[in-house]
């Protein structure tokens, strides 16, 4: 391990059994084989296992920082156990050079019944801090975590907030030499998150290595240089905190489209089973999932197609064009037809709308038959995410729309390479603006004059 | 051999107490502790020995209710309850090698502990906690003679009221035991204490 290096994993891989009885069975007969002086192989999945984390490598620095990002389940706080040495990894090993102090949940090793001062000197020791030391920094801590007049009080009484606060003020302040986080500012308030991050990157210029595993985009990119995203155990993308918060993005958005279907799937199943078991014969089955036909106008089929092929996409890149297909069937005289189609992200419904009216399309009147619309996007200023696509068939004299179609299609947007698009996860529209930035006044003094 | 009956049952209980919380105690540190042990990086065999301070400290009061009783049957102890403590440490080796052994098995299969802490408490019928040894039974008198648990239980307690040890190469043999097992306890809980957190 070279000196200026504080941290090396070298091919981590961890499994787990997929079903309590499957690792029981391999549990005991492990244990049995070790007992007997047997070398138990771990780097071989068996039935009903499956790797947590595999085959993950990097090195930090010291003074360096790296933020793991993924979604639920991809194997973070796997890899943070076994870096703070909880786990044993079953392939590859991991070098530390110094102190590890890890906050992978808040108020770990707190005794409810002792107070917080107590609390203070036995995880100060779990911490490898001598008495002597944490006589030097306790009043420190208690100045940090802001909890002076409740530091006496059986911590079993705090609130999350001073839970958090206590637990980071402690590890923060031991000055270790590698710092593991898993996810635990998000508890505390504003002022105490700004706290704490001021004390981070004070700590990292001290030189601790720094480990952030977090959903919020926000925090990777302030602590950290690189990262790691991670997918089902593996590191998919290693590089910049920007890149790696483009693939979480990218991928949470490809996941609400995903869970967006499958919900609906169940939904449906579940509605027509309640819908046969009760009134098998009086209600007609739902034909084609949502799609719905109110008076005489089924909609038959909704594509979004790539401007520049023409194939059918699910996937486009920000601010992409798309062409909108649309296939309806006429049974009936129509008078007065617009179509619609209306898009919803993942947090809203309604953002956007596509009204042929509106843009200056009004038909006459459709003779039974089957049309097809296109609609060419001229601009896209979707905001990278998940959206979601209904269409209505409208007639002017009829107060209600005459078909709809409800979440018809999804689409994802990718993250752009050029541009970071971090500011606000809620957004939905990007609309491009040019910056500037001129000096008024020459000199602070003047301001309060 | 004049002990009040009393005085006999409750210094085989306490004694047995001894042995089947030390046992529990150390096979069940590792479970109750599971929150310190994926959360923070500590030694293992510290949390699951935690326990005993608990242990010792009722045994301690324990030691001192005995000399109410002993008061109280206005019975004056032999000297040799001064080697009460010692000669019952025996048990806590034996307790806490077989607890250890039960802490690791029981991080993996849950429910062995408390069937294992079951199977021993049947032991109690076989070893002379609550009645003599000189039994009239032949079958159950060479079982009691053989059990090592019988050592370990009579020698503190003859040597607290009577001043005698009934049988010193049993108590060697037995002490010699529990500490085999202490060492079996120890070895094996190193050997897998690794695997010990992705179990709890």
């Not at chain 1, 108020?107 to 779990?126: D, H, K, Q, T």
């Not at chain 1, 068939?393 to 947007?413: D, E, F, G, Q």
């Not at chain 2, 919380?21 to 923070?40: E, F, K, M």
């Not at chain 2, 079982?143 to 040890?165: C, E, F, Q």
Request: hydrophobic share 45%; aromatic share 8%; net charge neutral.
């Amino acid at each position: 391990m070279r000196s200026d290096l504080s941290l090396v994993a070298h091919h981590v891989s961890k499994k787990f059994g997929l079903t309590l009885k499957q690792s029981l069975r391999y549990g005991l007969r492990d244990m049995a084989k070790t007992f007997l002086g047997g070398r138990v192989s771990t780097d071989q999945l068996r039935q009903g296992e499956f790797w947590a984390v595999r085959d993950v490598s990097f090195q930090l620095e010291r003074g360096e920082s790296l933020g793991i990002m993924g979604v639920n389940g991809s194997g973070k706080s796997t890899l943070l156990r076994m870096l703070n040495g909880v786990y044993a990894p079953d392939a590859g090993h991991i070098q530390i050079r110094g102190r590890v102090a890890a906050l992978i949940a808040a108020g770990a090793g707190f005794a409810p019944m002792l107070s917080g001062r107590e609390n203070v000197y036995i995880n100060g020791a779990l911490l490898g801090l001598t008495k002597r030391q944490v006589d030097a920094l306790i009043d420190e801590i208690i100045a940090f975590s802001e909890l002076e007049e409740f530091i006496d009080l059986p911590v079993r009484n705090y609130s999350s907030g001073m839970f958090v606060r206590l637990g980071f003020a402690i590890a923060a302040l031991s000055r270790p030499d590698v710092l593991l986080m898993d996810e635990v500012l998000a508890v505390g308030d504003l002022n105490f998150q700004k706290k704490c991050f001021d004390c981070i990157l004070s700590m990292k210029k001290q030189g601790t290595s720094i480990i952030l595993v977090s959903h919020s985009p926000g925090s990777i990119w302030a602590v950290c240089d690189r990262g790691l995203f991670m997918d089902h155990g593996h590191v998919v993308v290693a590089g910049t905190a920007e890149d790696i918060v483009r693939a979480y993005d990218d991928q949470n958005s490809r996941n609400a489209v995903e869970s967006n279907l499958r919900f609906s799937a169940a939904h449906t199943a579940t509605t027509h089973a309640d819908i046969t078991l009760m009134e098998k014969e009086s209600l007609p089955a739902p034909s084609r999932g949502q799609l719905q036909s109110v008076d005489g106008v089924v909609c038959r089929e909704f594509r979004i197609l790539s401007r520049q092929n023409g194939a059918e996409v699910c996937e486009i890149d920000f601010h992409e064009l798309v062409d909108l297909q649309l296939v309806i069937d006429v049974y009936q005289v129509t008078k007065n037809v617009s179509v619609r189609v209306v898009i919803d992200a993942s947090h809203y419904k309604n953002i956007l709308v596509l009204d042929s009216y509106e843009q200056g399309l009004m038909i006459d009147e459709l003779l039974p038959g089957r049309y097809s619309f296109k609609i060419s996007l001229q601009a896209n200023y979707l905001r990278p995410g998940a959206y979601t696509f209904n269409v209505t068939v409208i007639s002017k004299h009829v107060a209600a729309h005459l078909s709809l179609w409800l979440k018809c299609a999804t689409i994802v947007i990718r993250t752009p390479r050029d541009l970071f698009l971090y500011a606000e996860p809620l957004a939905v529209v990007h609309l491009p603006a040019t910056f500037s930035c001129q000096p008024l006044l020459a000199d602070q003094r003047s301001l309060h004059a | 051999m004049s002990i009040p009956y009393p005085l006999f049952v409750y210094i085989g209980t306490s004694l047995w107490a001894l042995l089947m919380a030390t046992i529990t105690t150390v096979a069940n540190g590792l479970i109750g502790n599971s929150d310190l042990i994926i959360r923070t990086n500590i030694p293992k065999i510290g949390l699951s020995l935690t326990g005993l301070a608990n242990v010792l400290y009722n045994y301690i009061v324990g030691v001192v209710l005995l000399l109410v009783v002993f008061a109280f049957f206005r019975l004056s102890p032999h000297p040799g309850i001064l080697l009460y403590p010692i000669v019952s440490l025996p048990i806590i080796a034996l307790g806490v090698g077989v607890g250890l052994v039960l802490a690791v098995v029981g991080t993996v299969a849950r429910d062995v502990t408390p069937i294992a802490v079951s199977i021993l408490g049947l032991l109690m019928y076989v070893t002379p906690v609550v009645f003599n040894a000189d039994l009239s039974n032949p079958v159950l008198r060479r079982i009691i003679i053989a059990n090592p648990l019988t050592y370990l239980v009579d020698t503190p307690r003859s040597l607290a009221t009577l001043g005698v040890i009934p049988s010193p190469i049993g108590y060697f043999l037995a002490t010699l035991l529990s500490l085999v097992m202490l060492w079996i306890g120890i070895h094996a809980f190193y050997l897998v204490q690794d695997k010990v957190a992705e179990r709890l």
